[in-house]
């Protein structure tokens, strides 16, 4: 079974930039689709960014777009999501998932059709 272990986050002043790190141990995940989310204090996960397992198609929340950029090395079995001009309503704890389907070549953004995740990890953006 796949584990998924999220790094990268941290606290930047607004306009900054982070970049988050998806890895992958037990097995590889080179041919599912992952997708990253986020949750807010008392709001719920809301979907931030897709990649299919090829990396041919992306998607992004409209908050994030032109902002964030996902990307994946399957060599490596992770993936990333480039975070930049970073404002204080992007702050959240930020997950990591891995869509069951294999080799789909659409990105899910509904967040009960992944069937595994990270434990998060927290990015905090000072006005």
């Known amino acids: 079974q796949v584990q998924l272990v999220e790094s990268g986050g941290g606290l930047v002043q607004a306009g900054g930039s982070l970049r988050l790190s998806c890895a992958a141990s037990?097995?590889?995940?080179?041919?599912?689709?992952i997708g990253w989310f986020r949750q807010a204090p008392e709001k719920e996960r809301e979907f931030v960014a897709g990649?299919?397992?090829?990396?041919?198609?992306?998607a992004y929340a409209d908050s994030v777009k032109g902002r964030f950029t996902i990307s994946r090395d399957n060599a490596k079995n992770t993936v990333y999501l480039q975070m930049n001009s970073l404002k204080p309503e992007d702050t959240a704890v930020y997950y990591c998932?891995?869509?069951?389907?294999?080799?789909?070549?659409?990105?899910?953004?509904?967040?009960?059709?992944?069937?595994?995740w990270g434990q998060g990890t927290q990015v905090t953006v000072s006005s």
């Open positions: 998932a891995k869509h069951p389907g294999l080799f789909v070549r659409i990105v899910v953004r509904t967040t009960g059709e992944y069937d595994a």
């Open positions: 037990g097995r590889s995940f080179s041919s599912n689709g």
């Open positions: 990649i299919t397992w090829n990396g041919v198609n992306t």
